[in-house]
């Protein structure tokens, strides 16, 4: 798949994710992205590592989105569960960044340092976007993007550790670190 047509796939979920949940439609996210998903799945030489990835990077989001929930300094107009839990757009939003990891973003791969940097800035300022948008607001915030700054600066070196552990796009890489998480022989 070409970084060009991940990047732009990726920004079309982006923006059904948050206007849908800005416009009380939270369900137009969650569609749009898994059309997404099912064209990368669909092209990815080893889906089934990539699946993982992309579930991993779902249950990151949901704990972390909903932690800043809880914490009262982010509030969502729609697609909400529980007043505790991040929306599930938002969720699925985390389901569509993770299609880039191992594509467009895997210049990132294995350069932590620089991941940092590029979570601590980019998930703060696409948070200010969306509340631009009106699909966030924050009750504080300058807790509210310092917490979005520090989060992101953890996690985006998390995620490209595990986007290098699951590569879909090098066949065998992934369904070898999977086989052996499991108790196989590493064989699949």
């Known amino acids: 798949m070409s970084l060009l047509v991940n990047f732009l796939m990726f920004q079309m979920a982006w923006f059904a994710c948050v206007l849908g949940g800005a416009h009380q439609l939270p369900w137009v996210g969650p569609a749009m992205v898994a059309v997404v998903v099912a064209v990368h799945l669909g092209r990815v030489p080893d889906a089934r590592a990539e699946s ?13 989105d909903s932690a800043l929930v809880s914490t009262g300094w982010l509030v969502y107009p729609s697609g909400q569960m529980a007043s ?5 757009w ?11 990891l191992n594509v467009s973003l895997h210049w990132l791969k294995r350069r932590p340092v620089l991941a940092a940097v590029f979570g601590g800035v980019g998930g703060p300022l696409a948070f200010l976007a969306g509340a631009k948008l009106g699909a966030v607001t924050f009750v504080d915030p300058v807790s509210g993007y310092a917490a979005l700054a520090v989060g992101w600066a953890v996690l985006m ?5 595990v986007a290098v552990r699951l590569d879909g796009w090098r066949p065998g890489v992934g ?6 998480t499991a108790g196989g022989s590493g064989d699949v």
Do not use: D, E, K
């Not at 938002?90 to 569509?96: E, F, G, S």
């Not at 369904?175 to 052996?180: K, T, Y």
């Open 52 to 64: 993982a990835l992309l579930v991993i990077a779902a249950v990151i989001g949901a704990v972390f």
């Open 175 to 180: 369904g070898r670190v999977l086989a052996s």
């Open 157 to 161: 070196p998390l995620l490209m550790a």
């Open 84 to 88: 505790y839990l991040a929306p599930y």
């Open 90 to 100: 938002i969720v699925a939003m985390w389901v569509a960044f993770a299609t880039t």
